[in-house]
Protein backbone atom coordinates (compact mmCIF):
# COMPACT_ATOMS: atom_id res chain seq x y z
CA UNK A 1 0.00 0.00 0.00
CA UNK A 2 2.70 2.17 0.91
CA UNK A 3 4.85 1.31 -2.23
CA UNK A 4 1.42 2.27 -4.23
CA UNK A 5 1.01 5.85 -2.75
CA UNK A 6 4.90 6.81 -2.96
CA UNK A 7 4.52 5.64 -6.88
CA UNK A 8 1.74 8.24 -7.65
CA UNK A 9 2.95 10.97 -4.97
CA UNK A 10 6.20 10.69 -7.91
CA UNK A 11 3.66 10.65 -10.96
CA UNK A 12 1.86 13.88 -9.23
CA UNK A 13 5.40 15.32 -8.67
CA UNK A 14 6.73 14.72 -12.13
CA UNK A 15 5.18 17.53 -13.87
CA UNK A 16 6.42 19.66 -11.34
CA UNK A 17 10.00 18.62 -11.60
CA UNK A 18 9.66 19.25 -15.03
CA UNK A 19 8.51 22.37 -15.20
CA UNK A 20 11.30 23.48 -12.48
CA UNK A 21 13.99 22.03 -14.94
CA UNK A 22 12.97 23.81 -18.18
CA UNK A 23 15.29 26.80 -18.55
CA UNK A 24 13.56 29.93 -17.40
CA UNK A 25 13.76 32.97 -20.28
CA UNK A 26 12.71 36.66 -18.47
CA UNK A 27 11.14 39.49 -21.02
CA UNK A 28 10.22 42.95 -19.97
CA UNK A 29 7.13 43.17 -22.02
CA UNK A 30 3.97 40.82 -23.53
CA UNK A 31 4.97 41.09 -26.47
CA UNK A 32 8.62 39.11 -26.41
CA UNK A 33 7.07 36.92 -23.84
CA UNK A 34 4.40 36.08 -26.44
CA UNK A 35 6.88 35.40 -28.96
CA UNK A 36 9.23 33.69 -26.86
CA UNK A 37 6.07 31.01 -26.15
CA UNK A 38 5.50 31.28 -29.55
CA UNK A 39 8.98 29.86 -30.77
CA UNK A 40 10.00 27.65 -27.48
CA UNK A 41 6.62 26.38 -26.12
CA UNK A 42 6.74 23.93 -23.43
CA UNK A 43 10.98 23.70 -23.82
CA UNK A 44 11.43 26.94 -21.57
CA UNK A 45 9.56 28.58 -19.13
CA UNK A 46 8.68 32.59 -19.55
CA UNK A 47 9.14 34.82 -17.10
CA UNK A 48 7.20 37.88 -17.49
CA UNK A 49 7.64 39.17 -13.56
CA UNK A 50 5.48 42.51 -14.19
CA UNK A 51 2.55 42.94 -11.59
CA UNK A 52 -0.84 43.25 -12.76
CA UNK A 53 -2.23 46.55 -13.52
CA UNK A 54 1.48 47.97 -13.64
CA UNK A 55 2.56 49.49 -16.81
CA UNK A 56 5.76 47.51 -18.08
CA UNK A 57 7.59 50.12 -19.67
CA UNK A 58 7.84 52.03 -16.31
CA UNK A 59 7.95 49.16 -13.91
CA UNK A 60 10.21 49.84 -10.89
CA UNK A 61 11.38 46.36 -9.81
CA UNK A 62 12.74 46.01 -6.22
CA UNK A 63 15.76 43.90 -5.34
CA UNK A 64 14.24 40.38 -5.46
CA UNK A 65 12.62 41.06 -9.06
CA UNK A 66 16.29 41.73 -10.34
CA UNK A 67 17.96 39.00 -8.41
CA UNK A 68 15.53 36.70 -10.09
CA UNK A 69 15.64 38.09 -13.68
CA UNK A 70 19.51 38.08 -13.31
CA UNK A 71 19.22 34.43 -12.11
CA UNK A 72 17.62 33.71 -16.05
CA UNK A 73 19.13 31.18 -18.75
CA UNK A 74 18.09 34.38 -20.85
CA UNK A 75 16.79 37.94 -20.80
CA UNK A 76 14.74 39.11 -23.62
CA UNK A 77 15.11 43.11 -23.63
CA UNK A 78 12.98 45.72 -25.59
CA UNK A 79 15.71 48.38 -26.13
CA UNK A 80 14.88 51.67 -27.75
CA UNK A 81 14.53 53.10 -24.34
CA UNK A 82 11.58 50.85 -23.04
CA UNK A 83 11.81 49.68 -19.57
CA UNK A 84 14.57 51.77 -17.97
CA UNK A 85 14.97 49.74 -15.38
CA UNK A 86 17.32 47.64 -17.11
CA UNK A 87 19.84 50.15 -18.00
CA UNK A 88 20.45 50.83 -14.34
CA UNK A 89 20.26 47.03 -12.94
CA UNK A 90 23.21 45.24 -13.46
CA UNK A 91 22.14 41.98 -15.74
CA UNK A 92 24.33 39.33 -16.94
CA UNK A 93 25.77 40.97 -20.82
CA UNK A 94 26.12 37.30 -22.22
CA UNK A 95 22.51 36.31 -21.56
CA UNK A 96 20.94 39.69 -22.49
CA UNK A 97 19.21 39.91 -25.98
CA UNK A 98 18.15 43.53 -27.15
CA UNK A 99 15.17 42.94 -30.13
CA UNK A 100 16.06 46.56 -30.81
CA UNK A 101 19.57 46.39 -31.68
CA UNK A 102 18.85 46.12 -35.45
CA UNK A 103 16.09 48.68 -35.98
CA UNK A 104 18.22 51.17 -34.80
CA UNK A 105 17.99 53.38 -38.31
CA UNK A 106 13.93 52.77 -38.21
CA UNK A 107 13.28 54.06 -34.44
CA UNK A 108 11.51 57.16 -34.32
CA UNK A 109 13.03 60.12 -32.44
CA UNK A 110 10.01 61.74 -29.85
CA UNK A 111 10.00 64.81 -27.61
CA UNK A 112 10.72 63.99 -24.12
CA UNK A 113 7.25 64.10 -21.98
CA UNK A 114 7.04 63.89 -18.03
CA UNK A 115 4.25 63.55 -16.25
CA UNK A 116 2.21 61.45 -13.34
CA UNK A 117 -1.01 59.04 -13.65
CA UNK A 118 -2.50 56.53 -12.47
CA UNK A 119 -0.36 53.94 -9.32
CA UNK A 120 2.80 54.29 -12.33
CA UNK A 121 3.79 57.42 -10.39
CA UNK A 122 6.13 60.34 -12.10
CA UNK A 123 7.97 58.79 -15.54
CA UNK A 124 8.93 60.34 -18.66
CA UNK A 125 8.33 59.23 -22.01
CA UNK A 126 12.07 58.55 -23.17
CA UNK A 127 12.72 60.78 -26.56
CA UNK A 128 13.02 57.66 -28.91
CA UNK A 129 9.42 55.74 -29.42
CA UNK A 130 9.43 52.59 -28.10
CA UNK A 131 5.93 50.51 -29.07
CA UNK A 132 8.03 49.11 -31.76
CA UNK A 133 5.61 45.68 -31.86
CA UNK A 134 2.91 48.02 -33.23
CA UNK A 135 4.46 47.62 -36.80
CA UNK A 136 4.27 44.31 -38.00
CA UNK A 137 7.66 44.19 -40.13
CA UNK A 138 9.35 45.69 -36.37
CA UNK A 139 7.92 42.84 -34.80
CA UNK A 140 9.28 40.00 -37.33
CA UNK A 141 12.34 41.64 -36.36
CA UNK A 142 12.10 41.56 -32.78
CA UNK A 143 10.96 37.81 -33.43
CA UNK A 144 14.22 36.89 -35.26
CA UNK A 145 15.56 38.32 -32.23
CA UNK A 146 14.02 36.12 -29.77
CA UNK A 147 14.66 32.96 -31.79
CA UNK A 148 18.40 33.93 -32.23
CA UNK A 149 19.00 34.42 -28.62
CA UNK A 150 17.44 31.31 -27.70
CA UNK A 151 19.22 29.60 -30.59
CA UNK A 152 23.06 31.04 -29.08
CA UNK A 153 21.95 30.18 -25.48
CA UNK A 154 20.92 26.58 -26.40
CA UNK A 155 17.52 26.63 -24.88
CA UNK A 156 16.38 25.27 -28.84
CA UNK A 157 17.36 23.60 -31.67
CA UNK A 158 18.13 25.98 -34.92
CA UNK A 159 15.27 23.68 -37.30
CA UNK A 160 12.80 23.65 -34.36
CA UNK A 161 13.25 27.46 -34.06
CA UNK A 162 12.57 27.80 -37.60
CA UNK A 163 9.79 25.44 -38.00
CA UNK A 164 8.24 27.99 -34.76
CA UNK A 165 9.37 31.34 -36.79
CA UNK A 166 8.26 30.57 -39.63
CA UNK A 167 4.12 30.44 -39.13
CA UNK A 168 4.34 33.32 -36.33
CA UNK A 169 6.15 35.92 -39.44
CA UNK A 170 3.50 34.55 -41.43
CA UNK A 171 0.96 35.31 -39.18
CA UNK A 172 2.62 39.21 -38.32
CA UNK A 173 2.55 39.15 -42.49
CA UNK A 174 -1.03 38.41 -42.49
CA UNK A 175 -1.60 41.27 -39.82
CA UNK A 176 0.35 43.70 -41.52
CA UNK A 177 -2.31 43.03 -44.63
CA UNK A 178 -5.14 43.43 -42.25
CA UNK A 179 -3.96 46.94 -40.96
CA UNK A 180 -2.94 48.73 -44.35
CA UNK A 181 -6.65 47.35 -45.05
CA UNK A 182 -8.42 48.79 -42.13
CA UNK A 183 -6.48 52.33 -42.52
CA UNK A 184 -6.43 53.26 -46.06
CA UNK A 185 -9.61 55.06 -46.05
CA UNK A 186 -7.86 56.97 -42.81
CA UNK A 187 -5.29 58.10 -45.19
CA UNK A 188 -4.52 61.95 -45.14
CA UNK A 189 -6.84 62.01 -42.01
CA UNK A 190 -5.73 62.68 -38.56
CA UNK A 191 -6.73 60.25 -35.65
CA UNK A 192 -6.50 60.86 -32.13
CA UNK A 193 -5.41 58.55 -29.73
CA UNK A 194 -5.44 58.34 -25.74
CA UNK A 195 -2.01 58.00 -25.08
CA UNK A 196 1.24 58.76 -27.24
CA UNK A 197 2.00 54.66 -27.99
CA UNK A 198 1.31 54.88 -31.76
CA UNK A 199 4.46 55.98 -33.77
CA UNK A 200 4.95 52.97 -35.16
CA UNK A 201 1.63 51.77 -35.73
CA UNK A 202 0.74 54.75 -37.62
CA UNK A 203 3.92 55.35 -39.81
CA UNK A 204 3.60 51.35 -41.02
CA UNK A 205 -0.11 51.74 -41.91
CA UNK A 206 0.22 55.58 -43.74
CA UNK A 207 -1.72 57.27 -41.18
CA UNK A 208 -1.13 60.20 -39.02
CA UNK A 209 -2.02 59.65 -35.33
CA UNK A 210 -2.20 63.11 -32.95
CA UNK A 211 -1.89 61.77 -29.29
CA UNK A 212 -2.86 63.16 -25.67
CA UNK A 213 -1.59 62.23 -22.44
CA UNK A 214 -4.81 60.40 -21.14
CA UNK A 215 -4.49 57.58 -18.38
CA UNK A 216 -5.31 54.06 -19.67
CA UNK A 217 -8.97 53.55 -18.67
CA UNK A 218 -9.40 56.74 -16.57
CA UNK A 219 -11.95 59.16 -16.79
CA UNK A 220 -10.33 62.46 -18.27
CA UNK A 221 -10.89 65.53 -16.54
CA UNK A 222 -12.56 68.75 -17.65
CA UNK A 223 -9.56 70.42 -19.32
CA UNK A 224 -8.75 67.34 -21.04
CA UNK A 225 -11.98 67.13 -22.43
CA UNK A 226 -11.49 70.98 -23.48
CA UNK A 227 -8.01 70.08 -24.93
CA UNK A 228 -9.52 67.01 -27.47
CA UNK A 229 -12.71 69.28 -28.24
CA UNK A 230 -9.81 71.96 -29.61
CA UNK A 231 -7.92 69.36 -31.20
CA UNK A 232 -11.24 67.69 -33.35
CA UNK A 233 -12.06 71.25 -34.36
CA UNK A 234 -8.46 71.65 -35.68
CA UNK A 235 -8.32 68.49 -37.37
CA UNK A 236 -11.44 67.40 -38.39
CA UNK A 237 -10.56 63.68 -36.56
CA UNK A 238 -13.37 61.36 -36.78
CA UNK A 239 -11.65 58.41 -35.20
CA UNK A 240 -10.27 57.79 -31.71
CA UNK A 241 -8.10 54.68 -30.59
CA UNK A 242 -8.76 54.22 -26.88
CA UNK A 243 -5.38 52.72 -24.79
CA UNK A 244 -7.77 50.78 -22.71
CA UNK A 245 -11.59 49.94 -22.95
CA UNK A 246 -12.52 53.87 -21.51
CA UNK A 247 -15.45 54.23 -18.62
CA UNK A 248 -18.61 54.07 -20.22
CA UNK A 249 -19.34 57.80 -19.53
CA UNK A 250 -16.20 58.74 -21.32
CA UNK A 251 -17.03 56.71 -24.23
CA UNK A 252 -20.71 58.55 -24.44
CA UNK A 253 -18.92 61.94 -24.14
CA UNK A 254 -16.62 60.62 -27.35
CA UNK A 255 -19.40 60.37 -29.08
CA UNK A 256 -21.22 63.22 -28.41
CA UNK A 257 -17.92 65.07 -29.85
CA UNK A 258 -18.29 63.44 -33.09
CA UNK A 259 -15.64 60.53 -32.75
CA UNK A 260 -15.71 57.00 -33.22
CA UNK A 261 -13.60 54.81 -30.39
CA UNK A 262 -11.82 52.22 -31.05
CA UNK A 263 -9.39 50.41 -28.00
CA UNK A 264 -6.50 49.39 -30.19
CA UNK A 265 -4.56 48.17 -26.77
CA UNK A 266 -0.51 49.22 -27.05
CA UNK A 267 0.26 45.73 -25.50
CA UNK A 268 2.89 46.28 -23.06
CA UNK A 269 0.92 43.79 -20.80
CA UNK A 270 -1.61 40.53 -22.17
CA UNK A 271 -4.96 42.29 -23.13
CA UNK A 272 -7.59 41.62 -21.50
CA UNK A 273 -9.08 39.05 -23.48
CA UNK A 274 -7.38 37.22 -26.55
CA UNK A 275 -3.65 37.74 -27.34
CA UNK A 276 -1.17 39.77 -29.00
CA UNK A 277 -2.52 39.08 -33.09
CA UNK A 278 -6.22 38.52 -31.67
CA UNK A 279 -6.26 41.51 -30.05
CA UNK A 280 -4.89 43.36 -33.25
CA UNK A 281 -7.47 41.80 -35.48
CA UNK A 282 -10.14 42.97 -33.35
CA UNK A 283 -8.93 46.55 -33.72
CA UNK A 284 -8.85 46.30 -37.00
CA UNK A 285 -12.11 44.99 -37.96
CA UNK A 286 -13.28 47.85 -35.69
CA UNK A 287 -11.69 50.76 -37.60
CA UNK A 288 -12.39 48.98 -40.62
CA UNK A 289 -16.18 49.22 -40.15
CA UNK A 290 -15.40 52.74 -39.03
CA UNK A 291 -14.73 53.49 -42.33
CA UNK A 292 -13.02 56.66 -43.47
Do not use: C
Not at 4 to 33: E, G, H, K, M, S
Not at 65 to 86: F, H, K, P, R, S
Not at 246 to 264: F, K
Amino acid sequence: MITRLLAAFLILLAPLARAQDRPVVATVNYPLAYFTERLAGDAVEVLFPVPDGVDPAFWRPGIADIATIQQADLIVLNGAGYAAWTTRASLPRSRLVDTSRGLQDRLIETETVTHSHGADGAHSHAAVASHVWLDPALAMVQADAVAGGLVRAGLLAEDSAGAALDPLKADLAALDEAGRAAFAPHAGQVILASHPRYHYLARAHGVEVSALDWGAGEMPDDDQWRALSALVSDTGATLFLWEAAPPPDAAARLAELGLTGVVYPSLGWAPETGDFLSAQHDALAAIAAAGG
